[in-house]
Structure formats: structure tokens, C-alpha cells
């Protein structure tokens, strides 16, 4: 019985874990798209910015397309994104992580209903053999004292 619950348990953890991971990558890409979009929409005021000499005047009438753009490119390096990739493959990525996310959590939720039912079984076993050593302490104490 121990074994069986440990093992559930440890299979919940494993499926919980995958689950997350899929979560986190997916949070990655809708972060990475979002940059990307951005960095497409800006990147031409961006470019007349630099050959504008970086000057004041442009960058206060562009100042909203300019830091977006730059909030991009910084987003890129801190991602250590080289060359961008397409953004129809990222969302297939993102498909497919989700299709995953779906199919794991599924069967994550009928572990995590067997676990609970291995676990409970396992307590109420330990608790009946913990009261049936208990009467036997006490049946010992009884014949001892007479």
C-alpha cells in the first residue's frame, strides 16, 4: 500500500511538473510575440530616429514607438534572442505546448483523484493497525497485573 501511494504521489509531481514547465514556455512566447509585434510595428520609426541623428525633437513627437522599441530589442537580449523567429512558429509551438498542457493536466487530474484515494486507504490502514497494537499493549498490561 506504501508503495503504491508513493509512487502515485510521485507520478502527480512528475505530470504537476510537466504541466508547469509547459506553462512557463507559454508565458515565454506570448511575452517573446508580443516583443516582436512591437518591434515590427516600430522598427521603421526607430530607423528614421537613428538617421535623424538621435535627435530630441523626433524622439519627443515618436517617444511612445521609440521606447516600445526599445523595450523590445532589450527584451530580446535579456532573452538572448539572436535572430527573431517567425511568429507562425511560435504560435505553433504555443499550440502544441497547449494541446500537451491539456492532454497532461487531464490525466494529472486522475492521478491526483487516485493518489488521494491511495492516501486515504493507506491512513485509515495505519490507523487500524496502530489501534490493533494499542490493544494489544493493553491486552499485555491486563494479564501482566493479574
Do not use: C, W
Not at 508503495?3 to 511575452?31: C, F, G, Y
Amino acid at each position: 500500500m506504501e508503495e503504491k501511494a508513493a509512487a502515485a504521489t510521485a507520478h502527480h509531481n512528475d505530470l504537476s511538473a510537466q504541466i508547469k514547465a509547459a506553462e512557463k514556455r507559454m508565458a515565454e512566447i506570448a511575452v517573446l510575440r508580443t516583443h516582436i509585434v512591437n518591434y515590427a510595428k516600430t522598427r521603421e520609426v526607430y530607423v528614421a530616429y537613428r538617421k535623424a541623428g538621435y535627435s530630441k525633437k523626433f524622439r519627443e513627437e515618436h517617444e511612445e514607438e521609440i521606447l516600445l522599441h526599445q523595450a523590445a530589442k532589450n527584451a530580446f537580449d535579456e532573452m538572448g534572442v539572436k535572430k527573431l523567429p517567425k511568429v507562425k512558429e511560435l504560435q505553433t509551438e504555443y499550440a502544441k505546448l497547449l494541446e500537451e498542457k491539456k492532454k497532461t493536466y487531464s490525466e494529472y487530474r486522475r492521478f491526483r483523484e487516485e493518489m488521494r484515494e491511495l492516501l486515504t486507504a493507506k491512513v485509515n490502514v495505519d490507523r487500524v493497525l496502530k489501534m490493533e497494537v494499542e490493544q494489544d499493549v493493553e491486552k499485555e498490561k491486563d494479564h501482566g497485573q493479574r
